[in-house]
């Protein structure tokens, strides 16, 4: 079975441009997480979309938006990238009740100049 | 809110020994605790995975502990090897489905 897959895998972008980045969860799962980790930190939580809703959104500017698609794949969406945007990205999936556990991507390491 | 805290930041010890790294939590609402390895520049692999209602699991020579009214976890290593060499967070679900995390502690094991 493939697990989850995140693309691109590296990214470099210009501050003030736009930036897509995609994951597809694991067969069978409805929940797509978007989680930012900066260098030397634990991730911090971005979204979570359960059926093609949003279920959960964490602390971060509207600059950041995301949705899923009926296969249940998503988008992260990121306009008006700033210097602090530099990050892996990681994308998680999950089974739809509380006892699952979380299997994450490799993530996008993405890069603003 | 939910805070996690891993202690050690960083360890290093001789390859061989068994060790312990620390996750503890502030609230004891959690749906389940989950262990984590990172390795440089990489993506998560998920080491255990306690639900709030177990008290322990074990993988390999791998074993977590959960004792939720203390808010505390424990990651045991047994005879760690070079190849353990990563940084290990620890992560809570709470009652809205996020995952709150640690900072993590890296690991370095000398051959």
């Known amino acids: 079975d493939a697990g989850v897959t995140q693309s691109p895998t590296h990214l470099i972008k210009t501050r003030g441009q736009h930036v897509t980045l995609r994951c597809s969860p694991i067969?069978?799962?409805?929940?797509v997480s978007w989680y930012q980790q900066v260098l030397g930190q634990g991730p911090q939580f971005i979204f979570q979309?359960?059926?093609?809703?949003?279920?959960g959104r964490g602390n971060f500017p509207d600059r950041f938006s995301a949705r899923q698609f009926p296969n249940y794949s998503s988008e992260l969406n990121v306009n008006a990238l700033l210097l602090g945007d530099s990050a892996l990205y990681l994308c998680?999936?999950?089974?739809?009740?509380?006892?699952?556990?979380?299997?994450f991507g490799s993530g996008t390491r993405l890069t603003v100049v | 809110k939910q805070e996690v805290t891993q202690i050690p930041a960083a360890l290093s010890v001789p390859e061989g020994e068994n060790l312990v790294l620390n996750c503890s939590f502030t609230?004891?609402?959690?749906?389940?605790l989950q262990w984590f390895r990172q390795d440089p520049g990489k993506g998560l692999t998920s080491l255990l995975l306690?639900?709030?209602s177990q008290r322990e699991q074990t993988s390999g020579r791998l074993n977590a502990s959960l004792d939720k009214s203390s808010g505390r976890s424990t990651l045991y290593i047994a005879a760690s090897q070079p190849g353990d060499s990563a940084t290990y967070l620890c992560?809570?679900?709470?009652?809205?489905?996020?995952?709150?995390w640690g900072a993590g502690t890296k690991l370095i094991i000398k051959p």
């Open positions: 067969s069978g799962h409805k929940s």
């Open positions: 998680a999936s999950s089974s739809p009740t509380a006892l699952g556990g979380y299997t």
């Open positions: 979309y359960y059926e093609k809703e949003e279920r």
């Open positions: 992560a809570v679900r709470d009652s809205n489905y996020q995952l709150i």
């Open positions: 609230d004891s609402a959690i749906y389940n």
């Open positions: 306690i639900q709030s």
